[in-house]
């Protein structure tokens, strides 16, 4: 018996020595993930748009649960009948968690992100019961095998303020949309880890352990600017709902940076809760929506006629109440006498007839004004992504012209057949506000790192789609949309400021059915128009209450935000008279 002692305790020892250390080290020592904190996300300002608190992961050992450790039978049971109303979970499931299936197993994630309060509780009922055990042989720690790592919780202090723009980070830190699935990488920054010895479930501090120290994410700091995402939020909410409308959006862009100073949505949702948010209201509806524009994509037919010297603003155009053109019989709005305009008073009274007139002496033949009018479309960002590089982005639809049909020739001169988002439409606005350059929409300004030094953002591209020339007589032009009693835009006048704008009502594509159904209201505009800062661009799909009319519902909405925004960013009025260019000529 004595040499079969040795013999054991020699193969155990010697033979077998480190397969046995190595069951030990495994069984004896715990690695868990040491999460990297998010960075924030600021405002211009450095104001926090979406920031991170602290939480707790509760994890536990399930081998600590088992009969042979506890010495009862119903341990998962009784201790998922005191977690589960602390935790809001189904005791079931977690019963399955602390009695898995796999024996060995040493780690389970019983909830994510709980807040201090909520480990705290667990915490203290831990402590009782260990307490009562000591004393009390029939009590039992059925709670000793569950433990917290600490983590933090994605929290956007606004509420919904911006939500389209930012996106959200589920329970489980997952981005999803927005800033924070574009620039997941650089916010989130790069786990650590870390393993050491447990007894018990308690660590054993002489027995070492390794540590590899998490990586913080870097802080990004976006264009838009608070106080105007509130003002242009509150805005388009007040009146999709005055208007019954399925959804709106309101673009503010700095015409000479590019920079987008606020980016709202309605309805929205917001990101801290989920639960009650409208699937269809998820995501950036402003740069994801595909919409045909209406008239006010006449800029570019304007822009072209001028730049190709077809037209100046003075020429005149004789508008019939009809006009037949290939299978179709166009007309305006609302039924007219002959018109007497100029050109400058077709864009004033936003004539389907008079812009088909127009753009058809781009060429000696339809099929070269269309051509013409294509490259134009396309220069201004119209079939392309604006740039942003936002999850989602939609480029609309701007087919080639040898594919537009015998309607299309003549409707999308006045923004009919073809679609964008309303960052390309904001896009083209301040282009020609920026002198006939377009300078890339931008969304961040640069990003603070954990050595806290600030890398700025890339500078934009640009391109000159259009003369400085051509761009100032369309801002005299747009001028007389919204100065002139007979032009189209009154409602966006702002007293002291020179307004340049334009309004749209565009016949709108359901897209639940792919046919036409309501209108696409809008109104887009810079100011002041003899020195543009400020871009403001507004839509509202499907207002079924009162008015849907661009004018009279986006226009409103256009000289609100404008006018905070050249409040809030301390821009002066010019102080120059605005150019009076007829609408009319005599016969």
């Known amino acids: 018996m004595l040499i079969a002692f040795v013999v054991r305790l020699f193969q155990v020892q010697a033979v077998d020595a480190s397969t046995y250390a190595a069951k030990a080290e495994q069984n004896r020592y715990v690695g868990q993930v040491l999460a990297a904190d998010r960075g924030e996300i600021t405002d211009r300002s450095g104001v926090a748009l979406a920031t991170s608190e602290d939480a707790y992961d509760i994890t536990a050992d399930p081998t600590m649960f088992a009969p042979d450790m506890l010495k009862i039978g119903d341990g998962p049971e009784q201790a998922a009948a005191l977690l589960a109303p602390i935790l809001g979970q189904d005791q079931e499931t977690l019963v399955k968690k602390l009695r898995p299936k796999n024996t060995a197993l040493r780690y389970v994630k019983l909830a994510s992100r709980q807040t201090p309060q909520v480990w705290k509780q667990i915490k203290d009922l831990k402590s009782a019961l260990a307490k009562k055990a000591e004393t009390d042989k029939s009590t039992h720690n059925v709670l000793s095998g569950v433990f917290s790592v600490a983590t933090s919780k994605r929290v956007y202090p606004n509420g919904d303020l911006a939500a389209g723009i930012l996106g959200w980070v589920n329970g489980e830190g997952k981005p999803g949309g927005g800033i924070e699935l574009q620039l997941n ?52 909410t007040d009146q999709v709902r005055e208007s019954a409308a399925d959804r709106g959006y309101v673009i503010v862009q700095d015409t000479r940076t590019g920079q987008i100073l606020a980016m709202a949505n309605s309805p929205g949702f917001d990101p801290n809760d989920l639960s009650d948010a409208d699937p269809a209201a998820l995501g950036n509806a402003a740069v994801q929506d595909a919409f045909e524009p209406g008239s006010t994509a006449k800029v570019m037919s304007m822009a072209a006629v001028l730049e190709e010297n077809a037209a100046t603003p003075m020429t005149h155009v004789v508008v019939p109440n009809r006009l037949h053109r290939g299978d179709r019989l166009f007309k305006d709005d609302i039924d007219h006498p002959t018109w007497y305009l100029t050109l400058n008073g077709v864009l ?14 781009l060429g000696k033949t339809q099929a070269e004004a269309n051509k013409v009018l294509y490259r134009y479309l396309r220069a201004f960002g119209l079939g392309s992504e604006s740039g942003l590089g936002f999850p989602g982005e939609t480029e609309g639809i701007l087919a080639p012209p040898d594919k537009w049909s015998t309607s299309q020739q003549y409707t999308i001169p006045f923004g009919q057949g073809v ?12 282009t ?26 890339p500078e934009p591209a640009k391109k000159r789609i259009v003369s400085a020339k051509t761009a100032k007589t369309l801002a005299r032009m747009l001028e007389s ?14 007293p002291g400021y020179r307004v ?88």
């Not at 960052?423 to 301040?430: G, N, R, T």
Request: one cysteine or more.
């Open 185 to 236: 990488k650089q916010l989130a920054g790069k786990d650590g880890k870390i393993r050491y010895a447990q007894s018990g479930g308690r660590l054993v501090p002489t027995a070492g352990s390794t540590e590899t120290p998490a990586v913080p994410g870097s802080d990004v700091e976006l264009t838009i600017d608070r106080d105007i995402q509130w003002a242009a939020q509150k805005a388009i």
């Open 348 to 361: 004033a009274k936003s004539s389907n007839i008079g812009t088909i007139l127009a753009t058809g002496q």
């Open 419 to 430: 679609s964008l988002n309303a960052m390309q439409a904001a896009s083209v606005y301040s």
């Open 432 to 457: 020609i506000a920026n002198g006939g350059v377009r300078v890339e929409p931008t969304l961040v300004r640069g990003t603070t790192g954990s050595d806290g030094r600030f890398t700025p953002a």
């Open 481 to 494: 949309v919204v100065d002139d009693e007979e032009g189209t835009g009154t409602k966006a006048r702002i």
């Open 500 to 587: 340049a704008g334009k309004t749209g009502t565009a016949n709108r594509v359901d897209p639940a059915t792919g046919k036409y159904h309501g209108y696409t209201s809008s109104f887009a505009g810079f100011a002041p128009a003899d020195q543009p800062r400020i871009t403001v661009y507004c839509a509202i799909q499907n207002a079924t209450s009162g008015s849907y009319f661009g004018g009279q519902i986006c226009g409103p909405v256009y000289k609100q935000v404008m006018e905070f925004a050249l409040k809030s960013l301390q821009v002066p009025p010019t102080g120059a008279k605005p150019a009076k260019l007829p609408v009319t000529f005599a016969r």
